[in-house]
């Protein structure tokens, strides 16, 4: 069962379900939290359920995903997300620990880490990293579009 949680409240290692299209939820995990809001994988996992087995672990879409989890966990203001378990054995692998996110102007670039530590970098290392910006309902689903096309509900 899915239960809103205020943003304070949400821990590394909680699974989290949406709602992709009807009949189709996809599943997630929280990796961190950091200024724009929490950093997340997506597992490539989809169920007819809104439900999980949070004892399993799953393979990850790559790179990992910042989402606005006040409008998504808190406010519920869009789409159907939740929080639906946690994983107390949960850590980042090294690929998700050494992830950036890049943010600033040309000439003035830094990269926030997935603990929230703030790099001064070129503009050249900037570019190699996914921009820092948190994701709602929308942004997810069309980043999840093509990865769904051709799968499998279990």
Not at 3 to 13: F, M, P, Q, S
Not at 99 to 111: K, L, M, Y
Request: proline share 4%; with cysteine; glycine share 8%.
């Amino acid at each position: 069962m899915k239960k809103k949680v205020k943003v304070d409240a949400i821990r590394r290692g909680d699974i989290f379900s949406f709602q992709l299209k009807p009949g189709i939820y996809g599943f997630g995990v929280i990796v961190s939290k950091i200024m724009d809001g929490h950093v997340s994988e997506i597992f490539n996992y989809f169920s007819g359920e809104s439900s999980i087995d949070t004892s399993k672990l799953y393979e990850t879409f790559y790179p990992p995903l910042i989402l606005d989890s006040y409008s998504l966990f808190q406010k519920s203001s869009e789409g159907d997300w939740g929080i639906v378990g946690h994983q107390d054995s949960y850590a980042p692998s090294e690929r998700v620990s050494s992830t950036r996110f890049a943010w600033g102007i040309r000439g003035d670039q830094s990269v926030t880490t997935i603990d929230n530590q703030h790099i001064h970098v070129s503009d050249d290392e900037a570019a190699k990293w996914p921009r820092c910006q948190p994701w709602g309902d929308y942004d997810v689903k069309e980043y999840m579009a093509d990865k769904i096309d051709n799968l499998k509900i279990v």
